[in-house]
């Protein structure tokens, strides 16, 4: 079978700088996928990293150890847009996203 | 437009109603995908279609009935729907390379409340 953890929530100050991590297990691997979704919103697709390292792209960076079966996402320079929730998600084979539970961010002033 | 577009938006039905989403993708994708999306609980998969053909069903039950005509439009039929199937409902297309999906385009959701 497959399961993704993550933290269910958590908490940072304006301008700060967070990690949502990803713990994996899954019968195949090809990589890993980070998501966004505003409350109300659709979930929208932020990255994917397929080999070991950080990919960065503007303000979020993404990295993956597949040693470690684990990856994370780093916010920097928080804003209060930020505030929503985190998907970690692993593609399988025949077409498929298999999804973690998601994290919700949360962003004092 | 955007890339995926659901309708309705919201919708209360009863338990003996039928009733269908719309999903229309607009993006040129080749995979459609319903999934179920409940508070504290991880995005469900639950129908997959790929070149209009039914690839996978994760265990739906039957009240739940898809509907592919085009690599373009996605339904689902619903009836004798439960309290228990109130969620968002979610579509979402992709472009499988080699059967892998890196990148789902997801629209806006339809927000079920069945009473």
């Known amino acids: 079978g497959q399961s993704l953890e993550q933290p269910s929530e958590v908490t940072a100050v304006e301008g700060a700088i967070v990690q949502i991590n990803c713990t994996y297990q899954?019968?195949?691997?090809?990589?890993l996928s980070w998501y966004q979704q505003h409350d109300g919103g659709a979930p929208t697709f932020l990255s994917y990293?397929?080999?070991?390292g950080l990919e960065e792209t503007g303000r979020f960076s993404s990295f993956l150890s597949r040693s470690d079966s684990y990856g994370y996402l780093l916010l920097q320079e928080l804003q209060m847009k930020d505030s929503a929730s985190y998907f970690c998600a692993a593609p399988n084979r025949d077409d498929k996203i298999i999804f973690g539970k998601g994290t919700r961010l949360h962003i004092l002033p | 437009e955007t890339g995926v577009t659901q309708t309705p938006r919201h919708l209360v039905m009863g338990m003996t109603n039928k009733k269908s989403l719309k999903c229309e993708q607009h993006?040129?994708?080749?995979?459609m995908y319903w999934y179920k999306q409940s508070a504290k609980k991880p995005l469900e998969l639950m129908f997959v279609?790929?070149?209009?053909?039914?690839?996978e069903n994760n265990s739906v039950p039957s009240r739940f009935s898809p509907e592919c005509p085009n690599s373009s439009h996605l339904f689902l039929h619903l009836h004798t729907l439960q309290p228990e199937d109130s969620a968002l409902y979610l579509c979402?297309?992709?472009?499988?390379?080699?059967?892998?999906?890196?990148?789902?385009?997801f629209g806006q959701g339809t927000r079920l409340t069945v009473v």
């Open positions: 993006l040129g994708h080749n995979a």
């Open positions: 990293n397929a080999l070991d």
């Open positions: 899954t019968s195949g691997f090809y990589g």
């Open positions: 979402a297309s992709s472009n499988p390379g080699q059967g892998v999906v890196t990148e789902a385009f």
């Open positions: 279609y790929n070149f209009k053909e039914q690839t």
